[in-house]
């Protein structure tokens, strides 16, 4: 697969899953004229973990289409399959996204 392509909520599971073992939520966050993704401490896996499988899905779904219309789908995927870190409790893991030119005024309100 190559770089360029579209992120899929498949690829992204096994993303997780790959690298920690576990299905970590993920956030989109605004702050400071910034966007970032978070990546969780809570996990699917969690029995005290807030959402069904398929409200997960959906939420990872939507997040996806996100990711793919900011056009950082390679960024994330990049550094999901590189960072060494792992999320802590009450500890996220950021990533600043670098949005192409043009794309960060579509999502900063």
Same mark, same amino acid.
Request: net charge neutral; charged share 25%; glycine share 6%.
């Given at each position: 697969?190559?770089?360029?392509?579209?992120?899929?909520?498949?690829?992204? %599971? !096994?993303?997780?899953?790959?690298?920690?073992?576990?299905?970590?939520? &993920?956030?989109?966050v605004?702050?400071?004229?910034?966007?970032? &993704?978070? =990546? $969780?401490?809570?996990?699917?896996?969690?029995?005290?973990?807030? &959402?069904?499988?398929?409200?997960?899905?959906?939420?990872? !779904?939507?997040?996806?289409? #996100?990711?793919?219309? %900011?056009? =950082?789908?390679?960024? =994330?995927?990049?550094? %999901?399959?590189?960072?060494?870190?792992?999320?802590?409790?009450?500890?996220? &893991? #950021?990533?600043?996204?670098?949005?192409?030119?043009?794309?960060? #005024? !579509?999502f $900063?309100?």
């Open positions: 697969m190559t770089s360029a392509e579209p992120l899929r909520r498949e690829e992204l %599971l !096994e993303l997780l899953r790959t690298r920690w073992q576990a299905t970590y939520d &993920l956030q989109l605004q702050r400071r004229g910034r966007l970032y &993704l978070h =990546v $969780m401490w809570g996990y699917l896996e969690q029995q005290s973990f807030p &959402l069904t499988p398929q409200a997960f899905d959906e939420h990872l !779904e939507e997040l996806v289409g #996100s990711l793919n219309g %900011l056009g =950082v789908a390679a960024q =994330v995927r990049h550094w %999901l399959q590189t960072t060494t870190d792992k999320p802590r409790l009450g500890k996220a &893991l #950021s990533l600043p996204l670098e949005l192409p030119a043009g794309r960060a #005024s !579509e $900063m309100l």
